[in-house]
């Protein structure tokens, strides 16, 4: 053993160059050191790259080549085109001199927060969750778990670093670790700058031809992507690196015993995990099912890895997967935060979770194929490359929100869902917009229509912000004030409302109710006011799913009576019975309708039935919950057969069909039509 000088040090990486992760190899009885050592020996020996390496104190039994992928993102080995593996010279240079010093500075120099542990402990002792705090909040590392600072004050303890406490669970930086930290430095993390936008001079965008060609999706395969992205073993940010090693783990038919037992003892998981990433590496198309027990990397895996490796990634994951590349065209037209990313992929594109989790893995993607970058904190802009990007796949790509709402909404139906798709859009976005409080206004203005209210949108000084009233006739109607409550926090706080103003307004239009709408409202004191004062509190989510509930159901205005006249917060449920019952009527207008469509070609019948009939035909359907009665039967077939509605014929025998069911529904259709002022129905 000999030392090397300082000045031989390997040339520390910038910051944002350095990998995330630690070498995932087997710790042995040892040390780390120890292990790598008997790694690299073997690698010097030419020993089979396909043969385990038994690693004294540790049961994995990893081939060379899975040990090096672990160590390669650290530049300790690479590959060359032949396919055979290489030692870098700095390494070379350590297995010969065996000076552990300069190991720990060739791992300083490749890998993030190192020398920072070290740097941490020099001011005091500390316990891991401190350590991680400090790693999570002042260097903005992603890591959810302590494993990653687990495994770096693993390699710190065994090459006598650092030292731990049993008793008091904490480590504490050793004279040696002081020596080091002084001859390599650390990182502060107040020089972390604003990621750049390092594809601002490109001309064309990196990507193979076939991964391009992935993205043309027909309107079948956008309606068969998933939501979930399913699982991944490991940290986010090395993604790529981990579906890249699983892809040669199976290169050739592999039995599920053998990836059960190197996901157990690379990642440390259990077999219903794997079965969750083979599902995922199945519904990419990375892989497929040989037998019962093998997979295999399919032809489109087998590409892998390309010279654009992850933007061809992106592609395959946009292939099976909603709201990837609908991210680039709502980026392309603003910069967006992750909430607002969140809410458009709510209400657009019906991407609906209660955390980011699935969110943030997409970002990541566009983010590792350097198309998006991050402008702020948690604001999202394109690169150069995303805007290139965008604009040779933007006619495979869903029309994003905002050059959809700039359509003349005069001109679209209300049940059109992109339209509603794009009102509960603007709604959401509208209710966080504090600083334009007429925007929300005008958002429910168009909300409140969509349930069929007649609306007027007031505002100003002394009156209410909306007024609706329902459109029946005078003794029947009832009037609501609607206080629009827009807001930049999560909540609306009780100090924001002025309930006798409410109240006032309710009197001075002389109004039945009074309601304010908000993005949420929360703390027991604001409800009870509200209580005490007779006004309905509604969040937007939940005027949401009113708007969503009356597209496919639509309801009267007796019956969101019930939901106005609440005081404190709104229960939906109480509209449950009157939609159920809309349901019913038309599920069984279409069963006696069909029922007298099938008896047109029976030979006893002769397509002639009574009511009585078709009550015993239809008592058995399945798509009753309760099979309807005498009663409802009787009074479907006289709606039906009325002389306006005529599509079912009476005669003195029974009943009988006036044609199929899509005539039926021809007919219906003309009718709405003419119930719209923007058609014109004349022949």
Request: with cysteine.
């Amino acid at each position: 053993m000999y030392l090397i000088e300082t000045s031989e040090y390997p040339n520390i990486r910038e910051w944002d160059t350095k990998v995330f992760s630690m070498p995932k190899i087997p710790r042995s009885s040892n040390g780390y050191p120890e292990s790598l050592k008997v790694i690299l020996t073997a690698l010097k020996e030419n020993k089979p790259y396909t043969k385990p390496i038994e690693i004294e104190g540790s049961n994995r039994k990893d081939t060379l080549d899975r040990l090096f992928v672990f160590l390669r993102p650290t530049g300790i080995v690479k590959k060359r085109l032949n396919g055979n593996w290489e030692m870098s010279d700095e390494i070379s240079k350590w297995l010969d001199s065996g000076d552990n010093l300069y190991l720990a500075a060739i791992l300083n120099a490749n890998i993030r927060f190192f020398s920072e542990i070290l740097h941490i402990l020099s001011k005091n002792s500390a316990q891991i969750q401190e350590i991680r705090e400090i790693a999570k909040n002042d260097y903005k590392l992603p890591w959810k778990e302590k494993s990653e600072i687990h495994n770096r004050l693993g390699w710190l303890r065994d090459l006598e670093l650092v030292t731990y406490e049993d008793f008091s669970y904490t480590y504490s930086i050793t004279e040696l670790g002081k020596k080091f930290l002084s001859l390599v430095g650390y990182f502060n993390h107040e020089n972390i700058e604003v990621e750049l936008d390092s594809t601002v001079n490109e001309a064309e965008v990196p990507i193979s031809k076939w991964a391009l060609e992935l993205c043309d999706l027909s309107a079948e395969e956008k309606l068969q992507r998933k939501n979930g992205l399913g699982y991944l073993p490991g940290n986010v940010h090395v993604m790529h690196e981990t579906v890249y090693d699983y892809l040669l783990l199976m290169a050739n038919p592999t039995d599920i015993t053998k990836i059960n037992n190197y996901s157990n003892e690379t990642y440390g998981i259990k077999d219903s995990s794997v079965n969750s990433l083979l599902t995922t590496l199945s519904n990419l198309d990375f892989i497929e099912r040989k037998t019962k027990t093998q997979y295999q990397t399919t032809s489109l895996g087998n590409k892998f890895p390309t010279d654009n490796f992850e933007l061809d990634f992106a592609c395959c994951v946009n292939r099976k997967f909603n709201f990837v590349f609908e991210i680039l065209a709502e980026l392309f037209q603003e910069e967006l935060s992750l909430k607002e990313l969140s809410t458009r992929g709510k209400v657009s594109y019906n991407f609906s979770y209660q955390d980011h989790t699935e969110l943030r893995k997409r970002l990541h993607i566009l983010k590792a194929a350097k198309l998006i970058q991050e402008i702020g904190t948690e604001l999202y802009g394109l690169t150069i490359r995303g805007y290139n990007f965008y604009e040779l796949i933007k006619e495979h790509v869903s029309l994003n929100t905002i050059e959809k709402s700039q359509t003349d909404s005069s001109k679209i139906e209300y049940e059109n869902s992109s339209y509603v798709d794009n009102c509960l859009n603007e709604l959401e976005l509208a209710s966080k917009d504090s600083s334009n409080p007429e925007r929300f206004e005008k958002a429910l203005e168009v909300a409140f229509r969509l349930l069929g209210f007649k609306v007027e949108h007031l505002g100003g000084a002394g009156k209410t912000d909306i007024l609706l009233n329902a459109p029946t006739a005078p003794k029947f109607a009832y009037s609501v004030t609607v206080d629009a409550k827009s807001t930049y926090h999560s909540v609306i706080s009780e100090s924001s409302i002025d309930f006798d103003t409410i109240v006032e307004h309710k009197n001075k239009h002389g109004a039945n109710y009074a309601v304010i709408v908000g993005i949420k409202f929360q703390g027991k004191r604001l409800i009870d006011r509200a209580k005490n004062r007779e006004v309905a509190l509604i969040d937007v989510d939940s005027l949401e799913k009113l708007i969503r509930h009356h597209v496919k159901v639509p309801l009267k205005s007796d019956s969101y009576k019930k939901i106005l006249e609440q005081s404190g917060l709104v229960d939906l449920k109480v509209l449950e019975e009157d939609r159920k019952k809309i349901t019913r009527e038309g599920l069984l207008l279409r069963a006696i309708i069909e029922c007298l469509s099938e008896q047109s070609s029976d030979p006893f019948t002769k397509g002639i039935v009574q009511a009585r009939e078709i009550y015993l035909l239809l008592k058995n359907n399945q798509q009753f919950d309760n099979p309807p009665d005498l009663n409802e039967v009787q009074f479907m077939l006289e709606f039906l057969s009325s002389p306006l509605i005529s599509v079912v014929g009476a005669a003195k025998e029974g009943y009988y069909a006036l044609g199929s069911i899509e005539d039926a529904a021809q007919k219906f259709d003309f009718y709405l039509k003419a119930c719209k002022r923007s058609n014109n129905i004349k022949g």
